[in-house]
């Protein structure tokens, strides 16, 4: 609270009614800002350290939380922090290695090329001469989130009882936000990440992937292959390069669109410090510590509403959200149609290079909690990420929709999915699984028989005595009914 009072941002605490106690005393020691709210909620989060600066990136993508401008200033949250000394990175590397750093590396660098929230990037060159890029996680940040976590437990826990946050999940926010912090916390998971993202654009040749050095990857240790390029940012170093800025934006979209669609499993991270162009012209992406998944199903959605709003067809992108149970049943379609309408509208009207596909799903993610539709982070998640390489697409060529360059992908991957070809295989796939299963769901069942035939399935002592209490409840409650009657009764005979 003394720290979002002297940041002005004392805004969520109010907003929330999380602690007006501590509200009401922090806000005598505010110190006011002409920043915009967002702005001063990001610097309060860098102050209070690493849990809070990933909490706020993590809250970036939940525009129908606390709305587009705030969503947008925390989305810019950099992980400016004051490096650790090597000498701790070096004890690091021998503690999970069994050997010194002089034993490892060629050589090892001992100035950090970038110091962020959770880990700090060091280049060296290893004994078999590979060059390489060692990320380390910063001393006693487990720790330090662990603590942290267990305040946003408790801040979710109170919100959840509020009927105008219920349907935002507070609970499950915080334990999304846990689950992959601890994926983060632990180098070995981004490092599977990143080899399932190259094993999966192996074949987009103009798409880079950096390879994991596995030798030398632990826990606290990720090694990657070092890339040799230029930032996407450095627009002036790129143009003395020569490198095609149209082809870029081309390449960045087909690559996105790639990962969503085909593969179903993104590079959720894509700002410009992430997007390295090659001397040879290829885009090359590092940082894998936030990556997203959409299932088939959510990509037919995604697909089929895009299509219904470029077609005009505003009734079956309502009608799309309804069969997916996405808007309750209980709403009504039509008008939910013209929301969809007042939505499109404006945004398909616009010349060609200023559609924004990602402000059209944020718009229509905003309508839909009119409707009580539920949160669905995955798609949140999508359309920030989205947003984000629009911004990218656009500060390489302000002039160039990066949609419409990836629009044959898109025709391609609809007629190949959405076509009664597709429809068929996936009931084939369905029925094959289905298939796959029943033989350990008869086997499950076989003996369960067998277990009532030879006196009954054994219960554990916790469950019987479980049983027994909810008996014992329930036996309280008819006798406290029936007792109930009796006086009534009597009362009844007695007044007449």
Same mark, same amino acid.
């Given at each position: 609270?003394?720290?979002?009072?002297?940041?002005?941002?004392?805004?969520?605490?109010?907003?929330?009614?999380?602690?007006?106690?501590?509200?009401?005393?922090?806000?005598?020691?505010?110190?006011?800002s002409?920043?915009?709210?967002?702005?001063?909620?990001?610097?309060?989060?860098?102050?209070?350290?690493?849990?809070?600066?990933?909490?706020?990136?993590?809250?970036?993508?939940?525009?129908d939380?606390?709305?587009?401008?705030?969503?947008?200033?925390?989305?810019?949250?950099?992980?400016?922090?004051?490096?650790?000394?090597?000498?701790?990175?070096?004890?690091?590397?021998?503690?999970?290695?069994?050997?010194?750093?002089?034993?490892?590396?060629?050589?090892?660098?001992?100035?950090?090329?970038?110091?962020?929230?959770?880990a700090?990037?060091?280049?060296?060159?290893?004994?078999?001469?590979?060059?390489?890029?060692?990320?380390?996680?910063?001393?006693?940040?487990?720790?330090?989130?662990?603590?942290?976590?267990?305040?946003?437990?408790?801040?979710?826990?109170?919100?959840?009882?509020?009927?105008?946050?219920?349907?935002?999940?507070?609970?499950?926010?915080?334990?999304?936000?846990?689950?992959?912090?601890?994926?983060?916390?632990?180098?070995?998971?981004?490092?599977s990440?990143?080899?399932?993202?190259?094993?999966?654009?192996?074949?987009?040749?103009e798409?880079?992937?950096?390879?994991?050095?596995?030798?030398?990857?632990?826990?606290?240790?990720?090694?990657?292959?070092?890339?040799?390029?230029?930032?996407?940012?450095?627009?002036?170093?790129?143009?003395?390069?020569?490198?095609?800025?149209?082809?870029l934006?081309?390449?960045?979209?087909?690559?996105?669109?790639?990962?969503?669609?085909?593969d179903?499993?993104?590079?959720?991270?894509?700002?410009?410090?992430?997007?390295?162009?090659?001397?040879?012209?290829?885009?090359?992406?590092?940082?894998?510590?936030?990556?997203?998944?959409?299932?088939?199903?959510?990509?037919?959605?995604?697909?089929?509403? $895009?299509?219904?709003?470029?077609?005009?067809?505003?009734?079956?992108?309502?009608?799309?959200?309804?069969?997916?149970?996405?808007?309750?049943?209980?709403?009504?379609?039509?008008?939910?149609?013209?929301?969809?309408?007042?939505?499109?509208?404006?945004?398909?009207?616009?010349?060609?290079?200023?559609?924004?596909?990602?402000? $059209?799903?944020?718009?229509?993610?905003?309508?839909?909690?009119?409707?009580?539709?539920?949160?669905q982070?995955?798609l949140l998640?999508?359309?920030?990420?989205?947003?984000?390489?629009e911004?990218?697409?656009?500060?390489?060529?302000?002039?160039?929709?990066?949609?419409?360059?990836?629009?044959?992908?898109?025709?391609?991957?609809?007629?190949?999915?959405?076509?009664?070809?597709?429809?068929?295989?996936?009931?084939?796939?369905?029925?094959?699984?289905?298939?796959?299963?029943l033989?350990?769901?008869?086997?499950?069942?076989?003996?369960?028989?067998?277990?009532?035939?030879?006196?009954?399935?054994?219960?554990?002592?916790?469950?019987?005595a479980? $049983?027994?209490?909810?008996?014992?409840?329930?036996?309280?409650h008819? $006798?406290?009914?029936?007792?109930?009657?009796?006086?009534?009764?009597?009362?009844?005979?007695?007044?007449?």
């Amino acid at each position: 609270g003394w720290v979002l009072a002297r940041h002005d941002a004392l805004f969520p605490l109010q907003q929330t009614r999380v602690a007006p106690l501590t509200t009401l005393l922090c806000k005598i020691f505010r110190k006011r800002s002409k920043l915009r709210a967002g702005q001063r909620l990001a610097l309060a989060l860098q102050k209070l350290g690493p849990s809070y600066i990933k909490f706020g990136q993590s809250m970036s993508t939940r525009s129908d939380i606390i709305g587009d401008e705030i969503a947008r200033d925390l989305a810019d949250l950099r992980d400016a922090l004051p490096p650790f000394p090597t000498e701790q990175v070096h004890q690091f590397i021998e503690e999970d290695f069994a050997a010194p750093t002089s034993e490892l590396f060629e050589n090892f660098d001992e100035a950090p090329i970038a110091a962020a929230s959770i880990a700090q990037v060091h280049f060296a060159t290893t004994k078999d001469g590979k060059k390489v890029a060692v990320k380390v996680l910063r001393p006693n940040v487990r720790e330090e989130f662990a603590r942290d976590i267990e305040l946003f437990t408790w801040i979710a826990s109170l919100l959840k009882h509020r009927p105008d946050m219920d349907r935002f999940k507070p609970v499950e926010v915080v334990q999304t936000f846990a689950e992959s912090v601890k994926m983060e916390l632990d180098l070995r998971f981004e490092a599977s990440a990143a080899a399932e993202l190259r094993q999966n654009m192996a074949n987009d040749a103009e798409f880079y992937v950096p390879e994991v050095y596995w030798p030398l990857t632990s826990g606290r240790l990720l090694t990657l292959e070092r890339l040799n390029g230029t930032k996407i940012s450095d627009l002036k170093t790129l143009k003395e390069k020569n490198h095609d800025f149209k082809g870029l934006v081309k390449i960045a979209a087909e690559g996105f669109f790639n990962q969503v669609f085909r593969d179903g499993y993104f590079h959720a991270d894509l700002h410009p410090g992430n997007l390295f162009v090659l001397d040879d012209g290829r885009i090359a992406v590092v940082d894998f510590g936030i990556m997203g998944r959409v299932s088939w199903q959510e990509r037919l959605y995604l697909v089929e509403i $895009l299509r219904g709003f470029l077609q005009g067809d505003y009734r079956k992108v309502a009608q799309m959200h309804f069969n997916a149970g996405y808007v309750p049943a209980r709403k009504n379609v039509d008008h939910f149609t013209t929301a969809c309408r007042a939505i499109g509208e404006p945004i398909l009207g616009l010349p060609v290079d200023q559609i924004s596909v990602a402000k $059209l799903l944020e718009q229509l993610f905003e309508v839909a909690t009119t409707f009580e539709m539920q949160t669905q982070p995955q798609l949140l998640l999508l359309q920030k990420t989205m947003m984000v390489a629009e911004g990218v697409g656009r500060m390489l060529q302000p002039n160039v929709n990066m949609w419409k360059l990836a629009e044959p992908l898109v025709m391609e991957w609809a007629i190949s999915n959405l076509g009664p070809k597709a429809r068929v295989k996936y009931m084939a796939e369905q029925a094959q699984h289905l298939a796959e299963r029943l033989p350990a769901a008869m086997q499950h069942a076989e003996n369960l028989l067998k277990k009532v035939d030879s006196g009954g399935i054994k219960l554990h002592p916790e469950t019987v005595a479980s $049983l027994l209490a909810e008996r014992k409840r329930s036996h309280n409650h008819w $006798l406290f009914l029936a007792w109930a009657g009796l006086l009534c009764f009597v009362g009844l005979l007695f007044f007449k």
